[in-house]
């Protein structure tokens, strides 16, 4: 097996060579292990230009705050919102009950399922069983004939 020249790594760590060499040397890296530790033991020892200002951090930190507070506003804001609308749902769904409640809409409803009234009139399932027995029987009459 061949490993990869210690220049060539080099140029790919530094990104000097086109696509299809990257990928022969990925390809290649994910076998060997002898090229794999020689590429870390460069990447280790590679230099890295950081020129960061001082106030990099601070400025960061700042930023980040200013994002998160106008962030926090906004779902504070939405909350409200959120408050808001569902307050104005309950209060109109009770000023609703008391309209229906003083029109005696419900009084209705408990007049029409009465017990008092239910009890001289036969159920649906005896009018549907009653309904079938005469459709068997008109059935059976003709067949007869």
């Not at 020689?38 to 001082?54: I, K, P, T």
């Amino acid at each position: 097996m061949e490993h990869l020249a210690e220049k060539m790594l080099v140029s790919y760590i530094n990104l000097e060579i086109d696509a299809r060499q990257q990928e022969l040397i990925e390809d290649h890296l994910g076998y060997c292990e002898h090229c794999l530790e020689a590429y870390l033991n460069l990447m280790d020892a590679h230099s890295y230009d950081l020129n960061v200002s001082d106030h990099f951090v601070d400025n960061t930190l700042k930023e980040i705050d200013i994002k998160h507070a106008f962030h926090m506003k906004e779902n504070q804001n939405s909350y409200q919102q959120q408050a808001k609308r569902t307050m104005t749902h309950y209060m109109l769904a009770a000023g609703l009950t008391i309209v229906l409640m003083m029109t005696g809409a419900f009084q209705s409803f408990i007049n029409i399922t009465d017990l008092s009234d239910m009890e001289h009139k036969p159920s649906i399932t005896d009018q549907l069983m009653k309904q079938t027995n005469n459709i068997m029987d008109y059935i059976k009459g003709d067949n007869s004939q």
